[in-house]
């Protein structure tokens, strides 16, 4: 007789039927009988549990779509827009149903959204296109929140790996490091950063960045999200450093590095899957804070949160300058969080992982 789908006892300490999963085990999606789970691995469960939730998986479709339509950006600036984005056309003209329209009237006031190709989702003061802006600054603010994400994601796990596995005074100088970044505001620290930053650029060795370099914007964010990372990984190494198979390593010989990298590393890759998703979010929103207060992109590089900046004094006459962006911002930040708090419960069904500032 085929196996019933898997049913939680509604008695405490009640056993399950045999050829049901114990409750003691992660849940499984529902539906499914027992022999389509035994001998799974782990991260096919998790994809089982990921698939069924579907409203993960739509903002993550979304994150997808406007990664693709930032990525269009040379296709449509140059097909559609024929223009590119600083380029100014403050004293051009379009035509709009026959009649010949000023990009920026004699007043300051640019042309505003409409259904025409070109300026489709108006100009701004110096008549330059917001679409092609728009999409041009969404590539930057991506790859900016990828690559601190990779940043955050690679100091904290060698932090977070050596601090946990060595304990002792590695333990103590890390963690007092950790808890000096973790006193500061991350708003006011990377404004700090980057406004120190921006005027000689960043010198470490033969290592040379100039100020208005987006490596500047990468590395004072991705280092100010380090703590937020690597204490929640010491927590989970410190707990795993007692484990069995973590003694069985030692009695092999194995040394201090491979038991890191080759033993403790595998069982927190979940975690860093869930904080990398979520850190992208978080570095998007700090990098369109700083921007929009002059610390972090600098011309002639653009992103949404400069694009905030430069259009929130005309918010009266221009409201689409701000509202645009701004809601490009929450889609993009929204989606990833949304999508993240999904990939942590198939990844995970009982952590609980936060990323908070």
């Known amino acids: 007789m085929a196996s019933k789908p898997y049913a939680e006892p509604s008695i405490p300490g009640e056993v399950a039927p045999a050829g049901q999963i114990e409750p003691s085990e992660p849940p499984v999606p529902g539906g499914l009988k027992a022999e389509e789970i035994e001998g799974r691995s782990p991260w096919y469960l998790a994809y089982l549990r990921l698939r069924r ?72 003061q110096n008549g330059r296109d917001v ?25 904290a796990v060698v932090i977070g790996l050596a601090a946990g596995y060595f304990r002792g005074w590695t333990d103590s100088v890390l963690s007092r490091v950790l808890d000096v970044i973790w006193a500061f505001p991350v708003l006011l620290l990377g404004i700090a950063l980057g406004t120190a930053l921006a005027v000689g650029g960043l010198k470490l ?32 190494v410190l707990a795993l450093r007692e484990k ?56 002639p590089n653009s992103s949404w949160g400069t694009m905030i900046a ?14 645009i962006p701004g809601l490009m911002i929450v889609l993009t930040v929204l989606s990833l969080n949304v999508f993240g708090d999904g990939l942590r419960d198939a990844l995970d069904p009982r952590a609980k992982i936060r990323l908070e500032h």
Request: aromatic share 10%; hydrophobic share 50%; with cysteine.
């Open 53 to 124: 939730n579907r409203v993960a998986l739509a903002f993550g479709a979304l994150f997808i779509a406007l990664v693709l339509f930032c990525l269009a950006a040379p296709l449509w600036a140059n097909l559609v827009a024929d223009t590119g984005p600083n380029e100014n056309h403050i004293t051009d003209t379009i035509t709009i149903g026959g009649k010949e329209t000023d990009v920026v009237s004699p007043e300051g006031t640019p042309i505003g959204p409409g259904l025409h190709g070109k300026y489709l989702l108006g100009a701004d």
């Open 131 to 155: 679409m092609v802006r728009l999409m041009y600054g969404g590539r930057t603010s991506i790859y900016i929140g990828v690559m601190a994400a990779f940043v955050t994601t690679l100091l």
């Open 205 to 236: 060795g033969p290592i040379q960045i100039a100020g208005d370099s987006l490596w500047i914007t990468i590395l004072i964010i991705g280092l100010v999200y380090v703590p937020y990372m690597a204490r929640p990984i010491r927590g989970e």
């Open 244 to 299: 069995e198979f973590v003694e069985a390593a030692v009695s092999q010989g194995k040394g201090s590095l491979r038991i890191m990298f080759s033993e403790l590393l595998p069982n927190i890759v979940s975690t860093i899957i869930v904080f990398f998703t979520l850190n992208i979010a978080n570095n998007m929103l700090l990098e369109s804070a700083l921007s929009f207060l002059g610390a972090g992109v600098r011309p």
């Open 310 to 323: 430069d259009g929130y004094q005309a918010i009266y006459t221009a409201p689409h300058l701000t509202i």
